[in-house]
């Protein structure tokens, strides 16, 4: 299995609180994603990153920032959550699609905003 | 815009009896297509690709797919399922000629029935 941890596994929080999620990697690939997963919707890119400081945004970035100050890290931000992005989230990882063709992704954080 | 489209929330098939399950895609270069699989509470894994070369493609666990251009159609077959192959399924595309953005579809339950 790809190295990929996502932290944390499970969150509750209250509308308006910030929340930050964290995607780590430990195959040194330089494409980062993260994606979110709801009923009826599949899987929606909300944002990735092509490099160390170099992001850009997906289909649902709205309420949404990323940042990525090392190859390894990942980091999704809810500045203040809302309960539409009650979701589960998905960080992914590939070493370029023109190279292998193929997203590893991590296990989930499932976050609930009350 | 590329997009994805996967006509079917939920497909039934008894066990040993061949599966398909549908996809069609809409990009305005060349396509890079993809099959993922999702077991419950688990991120989703890679199980085909298809970038160029022969129509149909084989992947894991017995499963391949059938590109058709004319028809801008992906179908995931199986000649024999398994009860071990229900999952959830998503069907994804690339366009190659724009950025590195895989965009997923909606996703496809596959009950296989002892």
Redesign the interface.
């Given at each position: 299995d790809a190295g990929?941890t996502q932290s944390p596994r499970h969150k509750v929080t209250e509308t308006g609180t910030p929340v930050t999620l964290r995607c780590h990697q430990t195959e040194n690939h330089r494409?980062m994603?993260w994606?979110r997963q709801d009923p009826?919707?599949?899987?929606?890119?909300i944002h990735?990153s092509?490099g160390v400081k170099d992001t850009?945004k997906?289909?649902v970035s709205d309420g949404y920032s990323v940042s990525r100050s090392k190859t390894e890290d990942f980091l999704l931000t809810l500045e203040s959550a809302t309960s539409s992005q009650t979701s589960v989230y998905?960080c992914?990882i590939?070493e370029?699609?023109?190279n292998t063709?193929?997203?590893?992704?991590?296990?989930?954080s499932r976050l609930t905003v009350l | 815009a590329q997009s994805v489209a996967q006509p079917e929330d939920q497909v039934n098939v008894a066990e040993g009896n061949p599966l398909t399950v549908k996809c069609t895609y809409s990009v305005s270069g060349n396509p890079y297509l993809f099959w993922y699989v999702q077991y419950p509470n688990r991120g989703l894994q890679f199980l085909l690709k298809y970038i160029t070369g022969d129509n149909l493609v084989k992947g894991s666990y017995g499963f391949e797919a059938e590109f058709n251009k004319s028809q801008t159609s992906f179908h995931l077959k199986k000649p024999s399922a398994l009860v071990s192959d229900s999952a959830l399924y998503f069907c994804a595309v690339w366009d190659m000629n724009r950025d590195d953005k895989i965009i997923f579809g909606k996703g496809t339950r596959l009950h296989i029935l002892p």
């Amino acid at each position: 299995d790809a190295g990929i941890t996502q932290s944390p596994r499970h969150k509750v929080t209250e509308t308006g609180t910030p929340v930050t999620l964290r995607c780590h990697q430990t195959e040194n690939h330089r494409y980062m994603y993260w994606y979110r997963q709801d009923p009826g919707h599949g899987l929606r890119l909300i944002h990735y990153s092509y490099g160390v400081k170099d992001t850009d945004k997906g289909e649902v970035s709205d309420g949404y920032s990323v940042s990525r100050s090392k190859t390894e890290d990942f980091l999704l931000t809810l500045e203040s959550a809302t309960s539409s992005q009650t979701s589960v989230y998905f960080c992914a990882i590939s070493e370029g699609l023109a190279n292998t063709g193929e997203l590893f992704f991590g296990e989930g954080s499932r976050l609930t905003v009350l | 815009a590329q997009s994805v489209a996967q006509p079917e929330d939920q497909v039934n098939v008894a066990e040993g009896n061949p599966l398909t399950v549908k996809c069609t895609y809409s990009v305005s270069g060349n396509p890079y297509l993809f099959w993922y699989v999702q077991y419950p509470n688990r991120g989703l894994q890679f199980l085909l690709k298809y970038i160029t070369g022969d129509n149909l493609v084989k992947g894991s666990y017995g499963f391949e797919a059938e590109f058709n251009k004319s028809q801008t159609s992906f179908h995931l077959k199986k000649p024999s399922a398994l009860v071990s192959d229900s999952a959830l399924y998503f069907c994804a595309v690339w366009d190659m000629n724009r950025d590195d953005k895989i965009i997923f579809g909606k996703g496809t339950r596959l009950h296989i029935l002892p």
